[in-house]
């Protein structure tokens, strides 16, 4: 397709707010779905996605459209993971584009996320249009709307297209506004070659599928190619697009969106954001804005039958081969056995991950509570990255330690608004902005530490707003923190489990709480049981479950043998779960009901 009739775009949408439906209804118009392909919405290709109603992986569709100008257009549609976890990812796909779509409820309104994606398309110089839909509702409010996103993001809104996905309204509308404002790419088609990697996926056939924009330069079948961050050389194995369907192509241009496989074996090694070169008349430099991506958030990941780790292992290779954002490693815990402990982008990303195992892999999971990265200094000036309490030295090595900060936007109605800021101030948070966006909706800006965030803070403003607050976050940078470790212990073991690091005011409430539910769920045994709450050698918090001699055949009288039996198997059986902490036996179901099990 020669350039100038080729459109790449994206689509900005808040969650919910219509993307997956609006781009069907593109790829139905510009018969690319078969009627059977209708039925199902098509671009959320995971089980899970479609069921979460999220958008995890970027997958990209071509269009072929005839416009009403009578000439032929390539519309190259370039779809966004629609959650914070993943604004890199978001990043890469916008600066393949010349233009996006900023899909808003017409119901519902700017979000935090949606701001956060649209001020990313802007800084990338992006045309932006607005789409309101779901004017089919009798709660949309279009004029409101269109004002408040004018007013919001400010852009102009004046031509903003109303449509409905689900009836099909304004469909054609959107094509042509596609082929009119998202300016056509401009690049050299007999320059170097330069390609950026805006996603991959392994696929068990073919190996890492590579999504790319080419911006200059032509790639064929059988060219050398080089990825100029990660190193790799390869040969081009075949080129194409998705029309949704995969389709061979002769090449790809300057200009063009499409895939190429080239024998990657694993996603790492075409990592989001790298620029492929030929290996013979290179580009002198990579396309802007490589980024590594690391694991913000960690959890330890526990099979919750023993049997079950090798079985673990292998679901989470298989997860990796795909995921080069997620990584694990094995693991030890005392309390809980052999595990893994795993890196994530964020909380989303965790959870995303966790549910797969569970579904896909059929894996039962006792998951540790999520931990952050911090930068220990110790007293002999080493500097270490620690993600979990149990790697913490000694508070007496400790020169000082670092915890990761973000910004957090929240976007509330102004009934919500003291909640939120109390919320905030609760998780140490900086206030830096406060913001009447409309004369009912507020934008509150905080500066806080990660680690307040992974401990359910979503779910928290959620609940104190009654749904209505979003969230988006970006990471900011390293602080110095009084930070310490909390660890409970029983009978004077520590129970490596539940370690913890919190800030040292939070630490003396923390205590109580993890002791008084130990003690909730550790049954009365023959000896005494002590649960404390230290910090180092302090003790902040204590409690007691009393000894008691239990004989449970007693109360079978002597006298129905077979029943005593079973009785005894069951108690058998009931041992096999027991964790050893030292001299005490605990029962696996004390974590089970303490840590998150799935
Ligand atoms: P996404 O999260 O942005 O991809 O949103 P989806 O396309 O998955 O849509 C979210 C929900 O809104 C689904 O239940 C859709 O059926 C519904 N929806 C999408 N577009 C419309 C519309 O125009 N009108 C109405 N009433 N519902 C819609
Ligand atoms: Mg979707």
Redesign the pocket.
């Known amino acids: 397709m020669i350039q100038k009739n080729i459109r790449n775009f994206s ?1 900005i ?12 209804r593109l790829l139905e118009a510009t018969g690319a779905l078969t009627d059977r392909e209708k039925s199902a ?1 098509y ?2 290709k995971m089980e899970l996605e479609q069921e979460r ?3 995890i992986k970027a997958q990209s569709v071509r269009l072929n459209y005839r416009a009403k100008d009578g000439q032929d257009y390539t519309l190259n549609l370039i779809d966004t993971p ?1 959650h914070v976890d993943f604004s890199y990812e978001v990043s890469r796909s916008l600066s393949a584009c010349e233009g996006a779509m900023l ?1 808003v ?1 017409a119901a519902q309104g700017v979000e935090a996320q949606t701001l956060a994606n649209v001020y990313m398309a802007i800084d990338q110089d992006l045309e932006i249009f607005a789409v309101l ?5 009798p709660s949309a409010e279009p004029e409101r709307i269109r004002a408040e996103v004018e007013e919001i993001v400010g852009i102009d809104t004046s031509d903003a297209i109303l ?5 099909g ?1 304004g469909i054609e509308a959107i094509l042509e506004a596609i082929v009119q404002r998202v300016p056509a790419p401009k690049g050299n088609p007999d320059a170097p070659l330069k390609a950026l990697t805006f996603d991959s996926w392994y696929d068990s056939y073919q190996g890492v599928v590579v999504l790319v924009r080419v911006f200059d330069g032509t790639i064929k079948k059988g060219e050398k190619i080089k990825l100029m961050a990660t190193g790799g050389v390869y040969e081009v194995q075949k080129v194409g697009a998705f029309n949704p369907h995969p389709i061979q192509l002769s090449q790809l241009s300057s200009g063009d969106v499409g895939f190429i496989i080239a024998g990657i074996k694993v996603v790492e090694d075409a990592k989001v954001g790298d620029t492929i070169t030929h290996l013979h008349n290179p580009a002198a430099e990579a396309l802007p804005g490589y980024q590594e991506v690391n694991p913000m958030v960690f959890s330890g990941l526990y099979p919750v039958d023993a049997a079950d780790y090798d079985n673990l292992r292998d679901a989470l290779e298989k997860l990796r081969l795909n995921d080069a954002a997620f990584s694990f490693e094995p693991e030890n815990s005392l309390a809980l056995g052999f595990g893994f402990r795993c890196g994530f982008l964020g909380l989303l990303h965790m959870e995303i991950i966790q549910e797969r195992l569970e579904r896909e892999f059929g894996v039962n999971l006792i998951t540790t509570a999520p931990t952050v990265v911090y930068k220990v200094t110790t007293t002999k000036g080493e500097l270490l990255e620690v993600e979990s309490a149990n790697m913490l030295p000694e508070i007496q090595f400790i020169e000082q330690i670092e915890e990761p900060f973000v910004l957090a936007s929240i976007h509330v109605p102004n009934e919500f608004v003291g909640p939120v800021l109390k919320l905030c101030i609760e998780r140490r948070g900086i206030q830096r902005e406060i913001k009447y966006l409309t004369a009912n909706r507020v934008m509150v800006v905080y500066e806080m530490p990660l680690n307040e965030i992974v401990l359910d803070f979503f779910d928290r403003l959620k609940s104190i707003s009654r749904g209505y607050a979003s969230l988006d976050y970006e990471h900011l940078d390293f602080r110095i923190s009084k930070l310490v470790r909390l660890n409970v212990l029983i009978n004077g073991d520590v129970v490596d489990a539940l370690s913890l690091i919190v800030h040292q005011d939070k630490a003396q409430h923390r205590g109580r709480d993890l002791v008084s539910k130990m003690k909730e769920f550790i049954p009365r045994q023959q000896y005494e049981v002590a649960i404390q709450a230290a910090i180092g050698n302090k003790v902040i918090a204590r409690s007691t479950v009393k000894a008691l001699r239990k004989d449970v055949t007693a109360k079978c009288y002597g006298g129905d043998i077979t029943r005593k039996r079973k009785l005894l198997e069951k108690q058998k059986a009931g041992k096999k779960r027991m964790k050893q902490i030292g001299s005490v036996e605990l029962p696996q179901e004390a974590f089970l009901a303490i840590l998150k099990v799935k």
């Open positions: 689509i949408a808040h969650i919910d707010h219509g993307k997956s439906t609006l781009a069907d919405q671009l959320d109603g999220i958008t629609g899909v409820d839909n779901k004017i089919d509702l449509a409905s996905a689900k009836e309204i």
